[in-house]
Structures are given as structure tokens and as C-alpha cells.
């Protein structure tokens, strides 16, 4: 590891960077160094200004991968270098979508898909407690609290939370515990050169993607979308967006609000103000306030 590449992850560890985000600006660096066959420090506005460009144009880079290089070069430009360079460009990000959710019914067949014990905890616990799956991979034994029914979470940034413990799931845990025994990682990796280490996000994606699709659900590609049903389904039983957030992780709100967009049972709920009008009463003449009328 060079000196340069130290030196930044130290940088990002100071900024309490996620492990994701500091692969992608790690990734970003490496990828102008490459291009140019230079070390990034001898990088100039222009050339940086000519590289994002070839990304945009000549490579076709989606939206949302130029903005994360260009946000890893801010990063490097402005932290790690002894010459900032000002990469102050802005590039539109694709349009957010709506998150697709999967009915309780949907998510009950995926869970119940698959044979194996530890793959059905890992989807159960995901669901359950609304976590990315950063933080499902990250789970310890001591995190799970069966006094307090919650679960204590790592999420972004290294922030701590606290999030729900379900019944149902506390019944299946004991059951994996006494066949699993795990030392340190709730969910450890099978394989023995990785013995006592923790899943990789892949294996994670794959449990779920091939239980989705042995249940036979066709929609709801991607395993967060068991997060974005846990807090659609809270909110559709009418439990507070604000606690919703608070277990979700959302240092905004404008975060969490975005389920009330999903949630069509909570949506269908609310009455059109056209069928508010008391269509009976509004047809009567009231004839006391007729001009024309005579006394």
C-alpha cells in the first residue's frame, strides 16, 4: 500500500466514512491515476475537468457513477493532496424512483423459501428489524437484547441505534444459536478459510435473490427492498413516522417520508376532497339568502 493510499484512508476513517464510501473514492482516485498513468497528486484542473468529461461522454457513464467519482476527487482534492485543487462542478444525479415494497404475504414466501436455517435468519433478521444489509453482516451475538426485545445497530457513518427485536424471530434465533454457535458474527461466513469472519455483501444478495425466486415473487429485485417494506408495512399498520426514522437509521426525515409516497394502503386511506362534499346539502337552494327572494 503506498503512502498516498494510507494516507487517504486515514483522511476518511478521520471523516467517519463508511467502508462503502471509501471504496468508491478510493475507486475514483485509482481510476484517474489509471487513465492518466500518473500519480493523482500530479493532477491538474484541467486534466480532472477532461477526465470527468470522458466519463460523461465518451464512456457513458451513468448519472449517479460520475457523481460519486466526482465526489471521491472532491474528497482526495481537498483532504489528502498538499495542493487543493477546487473540484467545486456539480453533475446531475438520476431522478430518485420510488422504492418498489413487497406485500407481508410476498416477504413470508421468500423467508419461508429456503431449507437452510442460517439463510432464513439473514432474511428474517433483515425484514424484521428494517437494516441495510451492511449492518445484518455486521451483527454481533451480544447485539441482540432479549431483555429489552431491541437489537443494537452499527449503521452509517459507525452510528449506533437501536431497532426492533422481533418475538417470532427470538424463537428462530434460539433454535440457530444451539446448531450454530457463533463466536463473534451473528451470521459468520461458511467458508473455512474465512472462519469467524463475516458474510459478504454478494452471498447476502444471492440468499435473497434465489429465495425470491424459488417463492416465485417476480417483482422486488434487490435485498433492500426487505427494508423498504419493513417501513412501508409500520407505516401502513399506522405506527409514527418519526419512530419509524429513528429505527430506520434516517438522519432526516425527508428520508423517511419517502414511504409515504409507497405506501398506497395509507394513500388509499385519504378521502379526495370531491367526496367531502355534502352533495345533498350543497343542492338545496337556501332561499333566505336568494336575492330575489320576496318577504
Not at 177 to 193: G, M, N, V
Request: one cysteine or more; hydrophobic letters at 30%; aromatic letters at 8%.
Amino acid at each position: 500500500m503506498t503512502p498516498l493510499r494510507q494516507k487517504m484512508i486515514r483522511a476518511m476513517e478521520l471523516k467517519n466514512l463508511s467502508h462503502h464510501t471509501q471504496r468508491a473514492y478510493l475507486d475514483a482516485v485509482t481510476g484517474i491515476a489509471k487513465f492518466y498513468n500518473q500519480s493523482p497528486e500530479k493532477m491538474t484542473k484541467e486534466k480532472i475537468e477532461d477526465y470527468l468529461l470522458y466519463l460523461k461522454h465518451e464512456k457513458g457513464n451513468a448519472p449517479n457513477s460520475c457523481y460519486s467519482v466526482l465526489t471521491g476527487l472532491r474528497f482526495f482534492y481537498k483532504y489528502v493532496t498538499e495542493k487543493q485543487i477546487p473540484v467545486t462542478y456539480s453533475i446531475r444525479r438520476t431522478l430518485r424512483k420510488l422504492p418498489q415494497v413487497l406485500t407481508m404475504q410476498e416477504i413470508w414466501k421468500i423467508i419461508c423459501s429456503t431449507n437452510n436455517l442460517k439463510h432464513r435468519l439473514i432474511l428474517m433478521t433483515t425484514y424484521s428489524a428494517g437494516l441495510r444489509v451492511s449492518e445484518t453482516i455486521n451483527l454481533k451475538s451480544e447485539n441482540i437484547d432479549s431483555k429489552t426485545m431491541t437489537i443494537k445497530v452499527k449503521g452509517k457513518g459507525k452510528k449506533e441505534r437501536y431497532t426492533l427485536l422481533s418475538k417470532t424471530l427470538l424463537v428462530e434465533l434460539r433454535s440457530y444459536y444451539r446448531q450454530y454457535h457463533p463466536k463473534s458474527y451473528l451470521f459468520p461466513s461458511s467458508f473455512k478459510k474465512n472462519k469467524n469472519q463475516p458474510l459478504s455483501y454478494e452471498s447476502i444478495r444471492k440468499i435473497y435473490e434465489d429465495a425470491r425466486k424459488k417463492a416465485d415473487v417476480k417483482k422486488g429485485a434487490g435485498v433492500h427492498t426487505l427494508r423498504h417494506s419493513f417501513a412501508t408495512h409500520l407505516l401502513e399498520a399506522g405506527f409514527d413516522i418519526r419512530k419509524i426514522q429513528v429505527l430506520m437509521g434516517h438522519a432526516s426525515l425527508s428520508t423517511t417520508m419517502i414511504y409515504l409516497h409507497v405506501s398506497r394502503e395509507t394513500l388509499s386511506k385519504i378521502p379526495s376532497p370531491l367526496d367531502l362534499i355534502d352533495k345533498k346539502h350543497a343542492n338545496k337552494k337556501d332561499s333566505t339568502h336568494d336575492p330575489n327572494h320576496n318577504t
